[in-house]
């Protein structure tokens, strides 16, 4: 067994890297002693012997560029599949992705998030944007920094809403899925990414106890 920080099991993380802001995700993982793994193919999430990573991170970027990719290759198959029961993390687009439903156009998506999400829905001046606000997280208020985010306008009974803008959901978590519109790898908190890789080890030691 690999031991990381702390002495924890090592958690290898895979980061979607089709198109995007991928990179600054996988610092944020290695900053908190976690393996990142660029995932560009589909057999970079299962190979012969089953899983190859613990959870996943899907990121911003746009998200019909990635869909493009993601149509080739069975990719979109076994990624529909694979984020049902592996931990996973949607940022911006990525959410657009994980989302069961998306407007603005309509738009497939993996269908695994149980929540409806318009598509560039923040208006032109404020496409992008540097918001600060309370969470469930401790430790004060979050950076949240917005590029033509989507707006969650609907939430199925089993999400958890984390943080909201105004009276929107932006960040929400609904079992082993975590989402937030905004890009929490842009900013130099890492409280959001922490909170995944415990949703992941929490995960992980669940099924090797199976
Ligand atoms: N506007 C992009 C989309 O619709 C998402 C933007 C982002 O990920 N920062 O896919």
Redesign the pocket.
């Known amino acids: 067994m690999t031991t990381g920080k702390g002495g924890h099991e090592q958690l290898i993380i895979g980061i979607l890297a089709l198109q995007?802001?991928y990179d600054a995700h996988a610092k944020a993982i290695a900053s908190l002693g976690g393996t990142p793994k660029l995932v560009r193919l589909p057999s970079d999430l299962e190979g012969p012997g089953g899983r190859l990573i613990d959870g996943l991170i899907m990121?911003?970027?746009?998200?019909?560029?990635?869909l493009k990719f993601l149509e080739q290759r069975g990719f979109f198959d076994l990624l529909k599949d694979f984020v049902q029961k592996t931990p996973t993390f949607g940022?911006?687009?990525?959410v657009?992705l994980l989302a069961r439903d998306v407007t603005n156009p309509v738009q497939k998506s993996l269908g695994a998030l149980d929540v409806t999400v318009e598509?560039?829905s923040y208006g032109r001046q404020i496409d992008s944007a540097i918001l600060h606000a309370q969470s469930k997280f401790p430790g004060g208020e979050l950076e949240m920094v917005?590029?033509?985010?989507?707006r969650i306008v609907r939430t199925g009974p089993a999400v958890e809403t984390l943080a909201s803008r105004d009276s929107d959901p932006v960040l929400v978590r609904e079992g082993h899925l975590l989402a937030a519109t905004f890009?929490p790898e842009l900013g130099h908190d890492t409280r959001i990414h922490q909170f995944f890789l415990d949703m992941v080890r929490e995960q992980k030691s669940k099924s090797d106890n199976r």
């Open positions: 995007g802001a990121p911003g970027g746009e998200s019909t560029t990635m940022t911006c687009a990525g657009i598509r560039n917005f590029i033509r985010a989507p890009h």
